[in-house]
Structure formats: C-alpha cells, structure tokens
T-cell receptor, first 118, second 111 residues
Framework: GAVVSQHPSWVICKSGTSVKIECRSL??????MFWYRQFPKQSLMLMAT?????????EQGVEKDKFLINHASLTLSTLTVTSAHPEDSSFYIC??????????????FGPGTRLTVL | AQSVAQPEDQVNVAEGNPLTVKCTYS??????LFWYVQYPNRGLQFLLK??????LVKGSYGFEAEFNKSQTSFHLKKPSALVSDSALYFC?????????FGAGTTVTVRA
C-alpha cells in the first residue's frame, strides 16, 4: 500500500519549453502533496505544498510563476516547469500524505523525475 | 526551528555486522521523526517513524530506531547488515506536516 507514481520518470527538453510532471497517489487519497527538488548527492529541498482545491504554498525563494502547481483531485498533483532553462535541470520528487489525523504525518514518495534542459 | 543533523556523510560496514546511522534533532515541542532510504535515481522509501509511545520503533526491512529524548537522538539501527542495504539514508523531522531532511548518510555494506 501507499504507492505514489510520477510521470514521466525522465524528460529532456529544449531551453524555453515547458514541462509538466504528474504525481499520483495510487491506492490512497491525499489532501496534501509536496514537491521537492534534489541536486546530486544532496538532500531534498521542499519547493511547495499542494492542497487539493486550493493554491499551493511555496517555500521562500521558489518562484511560483516558474513552478506552477495544480492539485485538481485527491490523487493527482502536477508540477509545470515553465520556460525551462538549464539551471532547472534537477531531480524532482513528489510526496503525498494520506488523509487522516495520524496517517498524515507520514509522506510517501514518488520515484522522482529527472529533468534535463538543453 | 525544526532541524535534524546527520553527523556522518558515510558509513561503511561489513555484511553481517551491526549497522548504525546517527541522527540528532532540534525541535520545539514533541518531535515527529522519520527515517527514509533512497536508492540511486529513485524516490524515498519510508522506513519508520516516531510520533509517540515506545522509544524503540521497529520498521521495514529489519530496521529499528531508538528515540532518546535526553540525548535528542534518533539513531537508525540494523542488527545484521546486508549488501542490499547499501543506499542513502535520510533522517527527517515533521512540523505542520512539512518534512525537514538531514543531509543524508551514504551506507556501504561490503560483502
């Protein structure tokens, strides 16, 4: 149980294009989903918190117009990297927190999406 | 502010020997602590968590962790390491449902 998927697993795009990454909770509903960015051999950096049916909350220093987040249902959140540039190349990981008072303390992570911008 | 520290970048052990990955925390109030493992080019897998209750928490794949309030530690342990345990391990603390991660510890188990 508690499986989270991401699509695509990797993507290569040209500079200036936009890329959409999907995050789905497959066997549970998640009011809250999170988006992280990870650089090689480094820890995860929280980018934003996504709540179903409301606007995402971005961490300090993360451009909300650059990284568009939509959480349209209790099982799907999307991250769109707009006008991508080489410095946006990274490993993007999503997580989902199951609905429920104690269950929601645990986040379950997707397998990640490797974005390379040429 | 909530934070965790992993003092060791790398831990190397021989297969069959005990494995310990260290984590200390700094929080205000009751800590909600987690351990995750990451294999190359993969997302994080949940191992275990401490919310309340017994200080010794048992998790997946034979791992356990001991919450020590006086030492503000939450070390991850496995009595007998396997080569397949070689991975990157993250300690994390939760506040308002957000996770703050440690820098990570790379574990290498040699055959």
């Amino acid at each position: 149980g508690a499986v989270v998927s991401q699509h695509p697993s990797w993507v290569i795009c040209k500079s200036g294009t936009s890329v959409k990454i999907e995050c789905r909770s497959l066997d549970f509903q998640a009011t809250t989903m999170f988006w992280y960015r990870q650089f090689p051999k480094q820890s995860l950096m929280l980018m934003a918190t996504s709540n179903e049916g409301s606007k995402a909350t971005y961490e300090q220093g993360v451009e909300k117009d650059k990284f568009l987040i939509n959480h349209a249902s209790l099982t799907l959140s999307t991250l769109t990297v707009t006008s991508a540039h080489p410095e946006d190349s990274s490993f993007y990981i999503c997580s989902a927190a199951p609905i429920g008072p104690s269950a929601s303390y645990t986040q379950y992570f997707g397998p990640g999406t490797r974005l390379t911008v040429l | 502010a909530q934070s965790v520290a992993q003092p060791e970048d790398q831990v190397n052990v021989a297969e069959g020997n005990p494995l310990t990955v260290k984590c200390t925390y700094s929080v205000s109030g009751n800590p909600y602590l987690f351990w995750y493992v990451q294999y190359p080019n993969r997302g994080l897998q949940f191992l275990l968590k401490y919310i309340t209750g017994d200080n010794l928490v048992k998790g997946s794949y034979g791992f356990e962790a001991e919450f020590n309030k006086s030492q503000t530690s939450f070390h991850l342990k496995k009595p007998s390491a396997l080569v397949s345990d070689s991975a990157l391990y993250f300690c994390a603390v939760s506040r308002d449902y957000k996770l703050s991660f440690g820098a990570g510890t790379t574990v290498t188990v040699r055959a």
